[in-house]
C-alpha cells in the first residue's frame, strides 16, 4: 500500500472516533514508523509500505483510536526547543507550561551561576531547557517516582547536561538539601473531583499522581510553597503552574508564608496558568 493511502484510510478512522488532530497524529505515528520526519512523510505520498510497515502502523493507529496520547506512542514529546523522550509514568509536556521556562529566563537574564530546584521534575522538561538555555546554571529536579527520575536522566544525558543537573527521588516534605536562587514547579493541581471529567486522552493514560491535587486541587500547591520558603533564599524567586480557577487562593497562600506576588501569566486560551513570586 502507498503511504498517503494508509494515511488516509488511518485518518478516516481516527476521525470517526472524534479526534480533531487526525491528520496530524496519523502523519506523526507515519513518521515513527519508517523512521523518517513528518516532512519526508507529507512529501512523499508515493512511497511504498512493507507489510510489516504497514502492520506497525495501524496498530499504532488502533490505539490512538481508543485515546492513548500520540506522545505515549512514539515515546517523544517537543518541548521548548528539544524533543524529549516520554514514557507512560511522566505526565506529558504541555506549550502552556513552557510559560514558567520564560518567565525563569526573563527574571535570571541578568544573574549568573545560580542554583535551581524543579519540584516534581517528571520528563525534567522545564528544568532541562532552562539548564541548556544557560550554560553557567546549575539544577536539582526531584520527583516521587524513580521511573520519571529515569527519564529525566536520559534527556539530560541526550542534552549534554548530566554534569550539571542531579536528581533524587523525594516527596517535598521531606526534602532539605540547599538553598536555591530559583524554584519552579508545576505540582498536581487538578481537584480530585474533577478527575473524571478530564478527556479520555488525560486521565485514561496519564499518571493519576501527576494530576490528583487533592480535594481543593491546591493541596500539592500549599506543600510545594510551604517548603519553597525554607528552601529558597531571600529574594529568590518562585515560579509555580496553577488551574485556571485557582490564582486567588494560591496568592493568598504565597503571601502567607513570605512571598510577594510579582504577576500572574495567562496561557494561550487566556486562563490563569502561572504565578511568578519573590521571597521577602
Known amino acids: 500500500m502507498k503511504l498517503k493511502s494508509a494515511i488516509i484510510k488511518a485518518q478516516t478512522l481516527l476521525k470517526k472516533k472524534g479526534i480533531e ?26 512511497k511504498i509500505l512493507s507489510k510489516l510497515e504497514l502492520d506497525k502502523f495501524n496498530n499504532l493507529i488502533l490505539e490512538r483510536a481508543k485515546g492513548k496520547p500520540v506522545a505515549y506512542l512514539t515515546g517523544r514529546k517537543f518541548f521548548w526547543k528539544h524533543e ?3 514514557s507512560k509514568d511522566v505526565l506529558i509536556p504541555r506549550p502552556e507550561t513552557e ?16 542554583k535551581i530546584l524543579d519540584i516534581g521534575t517528571g520528563s525534567g522538561c ?23 527520575l529515569d527519564i529525566s536522566k536520559i534527556n539530560a544525558l541526550k542534552l549534554g547536561i548530566i554534569n550539571r543537573v542531579k536528581f533524587y527521588k523525594s516527596d517535598i516534605d521531606n526534602f532539605n538539601l540547599g538553598k536555591y536562587d530559583l524554584i519552579i514547579s508545576n505540582p498536581p493541581y487538578v481537584n480530585r473531583l474533577e478527575l473524571k471529567y478530564l478527556d479520555r486522552d488525560i486521565i485514561g493514560y496519564e499518571p493519576l499522581s501527576a494530576l490528583n491535587g487533592g480535594l481543593e486541587g ?15 533564599k531571600k ?9 485556571f480557577n485557582q490564582r486567588d487562593k494560591v496568592k493568598r497562600i504565597l503571601k502567607s508564608k513570605g512571598f510577594y506576588i510579582n504577576k500572574v501569566l495567562k496561557d494561550f486560551a487566556k486562563n490563569d496558568r502561572c504565578i511568578v513570586s519573590t521571597k521577602i
Not at 522545564?126 to 520519571?148: A, P, T, V, W, Y
Request: aromatic residues 4%; positive net charge.
Open 235 to 243: 529574594k529568590g524567586k518562585l515560579i509555580i503552574e496553577i488551574a
Open 84 to 86: 524529549f523522550n516520554v
Open 126 to 148: 522545564i528544568l532541562l531547557s532552562l539548564l541548556e538555555e544557560r550554560k553557567d546554571f546549575q539544577g536539582i529536579g526531584i520527583d516521587i517516582s524513580k521511573k520519571c
Open 99 to 114: 510559560l514558567i521556562l520564560e518567565q525563569a529566563l526573563f527574571h535570571c537574564k541578568n544573574k549568573s551561576k545560580i
Open 21 to 46: 488532530s487526525s491528520i496530524l497524529d496519523s502523519e506523526i505515528l507515519m513518521s515513527k514508523i519508517i523512521n523518517k520526519d513528518r516532512k519526508y512523510v507529507i512529501l512523499n505520498p508515493d
Open 218 to 232: 491546591i493541596s500539592e500547591i500549599s506543600k510545594v510553597i510551604g517548603k519553597s520558603s525554607e528552601l529558597i
